[in-house]
Nanobody, 121 residues
Framework: QVNLVESGGGLVQPGGSLTLSCAATETIFVVRDMAWYRQAPGKSREWVATITEDHNTEYVDSVKGRFTISRDNTKNTMQLQMNSLKSEDSAVYYC???????????????WGRGTQVTVSS
């Protein structure tokens, strides 16, 4: 019933910018918190940013001031604007969406398949 489609990854030079997008499709559920995670080779998956249903945002310290997370609740889409990219930002980026029913009787975390971001000169 739920599929998360990510786009926007690619190759960029240090100091450049990329915008990642994630869209939740075929869902009859309520989209609550939305978040971005990333995982570099040989490292564990790292939380990057979260945006709540009311547009409150939180970021991992390493991306504060450089990344901006946003969402469009009418379309169940999420974006991550990444500026001043560094080589250490290179990773596979995953979107995660928390879903509930309208009665909030259950919760489910849906994950995207990931999109590669490579920052290299």
């Amino acid at each position: 019933q739920v599929n998360l489609v990510e786009s926007g990854g690619g190759l960029v030079q240090p100091g450049g910018s990329l915008t990642l997008s994630c869209a939740a499709t075929e869902t009859i559920f309520v989209v609550r918190d939305m978040a971005w995670y990333r995982q570099a080779p040989g490292k564990s998956r790292e939380w990057v940013a979260t945006i709540t249903e009311d547009h409150n945002t939180e970021y991992v310290d390493s991306v504060k001031g450089r990344f901006t997370i946003s969402r469009d609740n009418t379309k169940n889409t999420m974006q991550l604007q990444m500026n001043s990219l560094k080589s250490e930002d290179s990773a596979v980026y995953y979107c995660k969406v928390k879903l509930t029913d309208y009665a909030m009787a259950w919760e489910h975390d849906a994950w995207g398949r990931g999109t590669q971001v490579t920052v290299s000169s």
